[in-house]
């Protein structure tokens, strides 16, 4: 048991050496609930999740019930509703059709409404709606989804009042209904013995009933049996329009998949990268050294080979999700290969530089878990960035995992071409010039060959 204690207190001793090893061990885990807890923690039933979703909405019904939806859309706590183009002098232009969908291909909204104009149906009773997407996230889809549902829901009264008033006075005739509604107004009036008790005919159309009944800013409709939601569901006529990812045979998968790739290769070619301890304490530089063999050889060796190792690790990945999945990796092969050799070049310069910052393997292993799950949560890797805080979106858009990301979603989900791909494609080279750029001046300047 002795001999038991005298090992433990080694343990310890070593470990306290280390003493940037010993404020990782204790500030990743702090900083990680820190960024998990604004996104998922913070005051109301959502918790801190402040999703604001970007909806375009156009109104080409030009009546008081298209007005009334988009109100009622304005209303939502997670929508943001853009009404017009907004131009470079901040101004705005109305939208088109055209323009409205082509805000969607240039990624300036994922989502888009058209209130036609025949909003109200003229061949019957209920509405119509066009609505225009790229679901290239599951839960952001979902959750506008069911935004715009309950904006015409709760609002179904309201919208439907009129056309109702028009077909019960087509069904009836005008001069029958305007008799209908003046006897029940002379009724109502008699039968109330209060003198500032009185009601005009108008007040008995469906739209007066529910003028009374439900004032403006009031919700009609807050639930109900499946019955009525199902009634109400035949009342609503939505024209779909999926810009992106119709054709997609797995689009859950299709959707996650480069996050989880990207992050993979992070921490793959950064543990291989920290294996330059291992050789220095092997004494493997000093005989190299000893050779005709510089410093930099050594690095842009181990640069290739990790390079190398990270594409293989990430094409294994999505040859298996082909193979397993059906995730079409082949539809758009080229732009996939030239996104994922710049993406693991960029990771493995990612490891270059943390094995030239830290002193220890420890250190490498601590500071690289930290930074990869930091970037991984804060990029729209696991959920989307519109339900984090402002603060924590901005610092994701600067990170690596958020470019890698858009690299695969528009490889895989839009298919997108190497010039539309271009911008994307040049901020990681950018990502890997830079890295690399320090990872050598830091490796010129460190005690690791020495």
């Known amino acids: 048991m002795k001999s038991v204690l005298i090992l433990f207190q080694k343990?310890?001793?070593?470990?306290?050496?280390?003493?940037?090893?010993?404020?990782?061990?204790?500030?990743?885990?702090?900083?990680?609930?820190?960024?998990?807890?604004?996104?998922?923690?913070?005051?109301?039933?959502?918790?801190?999740?402040?999703?604001?979703?970007?909806?375009?909405?156009?109104?080409?019904?030009?009546?008081?019930?298209?007005?009334?939806?988009?109100?009622?859309?304005?209303?939502?706590?997670?929508?943001?509703?853009?009404?017009?183009?907004?131009?470079?002098?901040?101004?705005?232009?109305?939208?088109?059709?055209?323009?409205?969908?082509?805000?969607?291909?240039?990624?300036?909204?994922?989502?888009?409404?058209?209130?036609?104009?025949?909003?109200?149906?003229?061949?019957?009773?209920?509405?119509?709606?066009?609505?225009?997407?790229?679901?290239?996230?599951?839960?952001?889809?979902?959750?506008?989804?069911?935004?715009?549902?309950?904006?015409?829901?709760?609002?179904?009264?309201?919208?439907?009042?009129?056309?109702?008033?028009?077909?019960?006075?087509?069904?009836?005739?005008?001069?029958?209904?305007?008799?209908?509604?003046?006897g029940l107004a002379k009724l109502l009036n008699e039968s109330v013995a209060d003198d500032s008790f009185e009601v005009s005919p108008g007040d008995m159309t469906v739209s007066g009933v529910l003028g009374q009944l439900m004032p403006a800013g009031t919700d009609g409709i807050e639930g109900g049996d499946d019955d009525a939601g199902n009634l109400?569901?035949?009342?609503?006529?939505?024209?779909?329009d999926q810009v992106y990812g119709k054709e997609i045979k797995n689009p859950f998968l299709t959707r996650m998949i480069g996050g989880y790739a990207i992050m993979f290769l992070l921490f793959a070619t950064t543990a291989s990268a920290t294996s330059l301890f291992e050789e220095r304490n092997e004494g493997m530089f000093l005989r190299l050294l000893s050779m005709p063999v510089k410093r930099t050889h050594i690095l842009w060796s181990k640069y290739l080979f990790n390079l190398m190792l990270g594409i293989m690790q990430v094409m294994a990945l999505f040859l298996a999700s082909s193979l397993l999945f059906d995730i079409d990796v082949f539809g758009n092969f080229l732009s996939l290969i030239v996104v994922c050799l710049l993406s693991a070049s960029a990771c493995t310069a990612f490891g270059m530089l943390l094995s030239s910052i830290a002193k220890t393997p420890q250190q490498a292993q601590g500071m690289g878990t930290l930074l990869i799950l930091g970037m991984t949560s804060m990029s729209g890797a696991w959920i989307p960035m519109q339900f984090m805080p402002e603060t924590m979106q901005f610092i994701g858009k600067f990170t690596l995992v958020y470019w890698s990301i858009e690299g695969f979603s528009g490889a895989l989900w839009e298919g997108a071409g190497l010039l539309a791909l271009a911008p994307i494609l040049a901020v990681i080279v950018l990502y890997s010039s830079l890295l690399m750029a320090v990872a050598i001046w830091r490796f010129r300047v460190s005690e690791l060959f020495n």
């Open 11 to 182: 343990e310890f001793s070593l470990f306290f050496k280390d003493k940037p090893a010993i404020i990782l061990t204790f500030l990743v885990p702090l900083l990680l609930i820190y960024i998990f807890g604004n996104i998922f923690g913070g005051d109301g039933d959502n918790g801190g999740m402040q999703a604001k979703i970007e909806l375009a909405v156009m109104d080409n019904s030009n009546s008081s019930s298209g007005a009334t939806l988009i109100k009622a859309l304005q209303q939502e706590e997670g929508l943001s509703v853009i009404s017009q183009h907004t131009t470079g002098e901040g101004g705005g232009i109305p939208f088109t059709e055209e323009s409205l969908r082509q805000g969607i291909v240039d990624h300036d909204y994922n989502f888009a409404v058209i209130i036609p104009a025949d909003f109200i149906k003229k061949d019957g009773i209920g509405l119509r709606l066009t609505f225009i997407s790229n679901p290239r996230n599951q839960i952001e889809a979902q959750m506008v989804n069911g935004l715009l549902q309950k904006a015409v829901f709760t609002k179904m009264p309201q919208l439907l009042a009129p056309q109702l008033d028009d077909w019960q006075q087509d069904l009836m005739g005008a001069e029958k209904y305007g008799n209908f509604t003046e």
């Open 232 to 240: 109400l569901g035949n009342l609503i006529e939505i024209e779909e």
